[in-house]
């Protein structure tokens, strides 16, 4: 296609091309970019200074100094106790939950907590910290049972030692309800 002459292309200054700016930008950016930085600074300015090099020595000294005194002067930690974890928190929480509506032996809350898919040490921390007392929920858990079935004196003991209460325990429910 042939360009008429009487609309011949008007040539843009060099100022308003784009390339020309982007080239600007990149040699101001290299320009900048080439000064050093204030380490590079600081090293080249104390290189080669005997004055330097010793207030350097005097400082290590004093560095160590104070290490040595720092040393003789510490006191025993104080050992804190381990935070607990959210593992042990949600297990602490999950225990409370059960003991709400149901009776569980010690044992028996932490084998419903493993099952839940808590850790053995979640689940004991849970089964040691919700407050429960085991005696009661031996009370409860025999009430449970009765109410739901007959049981002889020794038939209910020994079921609620199969459900994890100690002999003490399951004594104490039992004669607790009655028997």
Not at 99 to 126: K, N, P, R, V
């Amino acid at each position: 296609m042939k360009r008429n002459k009487q609309n011949p292309k008007v040539k843009k200054s060099i100022f308003k091309r784009w390339w020309f700016w982007v080239i600007i930008i990149v040699l101001l950016f290299g320009i900048g970019g080439a000064g050093l930085s204030d380490d590079d600074l600081e090293s080249t300015a104390t290189e080669g200074t005997e004055e330097a090099v010793a207030e350097e020595a005097v400082a290590e000294e004093t560095v160590a100094e104070e290490a040595v005194v720092e040393e003789a002067v510490v006191e025993e930690p104080v050992v804190e106790e381990d935070p607990i974890t959210i593992g042990e928190k949600n297990a602490l929480n999950t225990a409370k939950d059960y003991l709400d509506y149901s009776a569980f032996s010690y044992t028996g809350l932490i084998g419903q907590l493993e099952y839940e898919g808590y850790t053995t040490e979640e689940a004991t921390y849970g089964s040691d910290n919700c407050g429960a007392n085991w005696n009661d929920q031996a009370e409860y858990c025999a009430k449970e049972y009765l109410d739901y079935d007959s049981f002889s004196r020794q038939g209910l003991i020994d079921q609620l030692v199969y459900e994890g209460f100690t002999t003490e325990q399951a004594t104490y429910g039992v004669e607790a309800n009655g028997y």
